[in-house]
């Protein structure tokens, strides 16, 4: 079935390095894509989004490419901080005509910061 | 203050009995979500409503109801039927075809 999923289980992250979180996707009909963080125990919080249109998008820190083409996206997190220290997921958005949108979620990364 | 909120943040259950976990929101958003999230997993869709009196299925529905009366509420029952209930719910909500927002979470555990 259609899937979302993550490359690395367990990132440990120099603090001050760059992180790049990978997902990939296997939904070719997505046209949406959202990364959350979730902090232990938790309701996971939006971080950044794209959508199909685009191939990269940048926030406070953080960037989001996607990569239709081998359907993959990452994430990456400059100048990595100890309140970066969390578990990312990836998720694939697609509208379902007259009951909405839905999302697929990845299993999801652990990012540990070191000091 | 605005935002989903989630209540209680920690619920104990007997087996056998049913309980109801609360999700209220003040965003104005038309659709709703249940989630369920096993340690160490991502999440999986139980229910999901796009409008007030209509929600549906999602992943793994057997075993929980919902129900959405008003705009703002949609709460989740965990029946009896739920043979695995112990989990870490999460409530999210969205404008149509747009990003969803979650809440703080319940964390049932079955006593």
Redesign the interface.
């Known amino acids: 079935g259609e899937s979302v999923g993550l490359h690395l289980p367990t990132l440990s992250v120099q603090e001050g390095d760059n992180s790049i979180i990978n997902c990939a996707y296997s939904n070719s009909a997505s046209d949406y894509f959202?990364w959350?963080k979730q902090e232990s125990?938790?309701?996971?919080?939006?971080i950044i989004?794209i959508r199909s249109n685009m191939d990269k998008r940048q926030g406070q820190r953080v960037t989001v490419l996607l990569n239709k083409t081998v359907k993959h996206l990452s994430l990456q997190i400059a100048a990595t901080q100890p309140g970066d220290s969390a578990v990312y997921?990836c998720a694939e958005?697609w509208?379902i005509k007259a009951?909405?949108?839905?999302?697929t979620?990845?299993?999801?990364t652990r990012v540990l910061v070191k000091p | 203050d605005g935002g989903i909120t989630q209540s209680p943040k920690y619920l104990f259950r007997k087996e056998g009995q049913n309980v109801t976990l609360s999700c209220e929101q003040n965003l104005n958003h038309d659709a709703m979500y249940w989630y369920r999230q096993d340690p160490g997993q991502g999440l999986r869709l139980i229910y999901y409503s796009q409008i007030v009196n209509d929600f549906q299925k999602g992943d793994i529905a057997e075993g929980y109801s919902v129900s959405r009366e008003k705009k703002e509420s949609f709460p989740l029952t965990v029946t009896s039927a739920q043979k695995n209930p112990t989990a870490f719910y999460l409530c999210a909500s969205s404008g149509s075809f747009d990003t969803q927002y979650f809440g703080p979470g319940t964390r049932l555990t079955v006593l």
């Not at chain 1, 125990?41 to 939006?46: A, V």
């Not at chain 1, 009951?99 to 999302?103: E, Q, R, S, V």
């Open positions: 959202i959350y125990g938790k309701g996971p919080q939006f989004d997921f958005n509208a009951a909405g949108n839905k999302l979620f990845g299993g999801g």
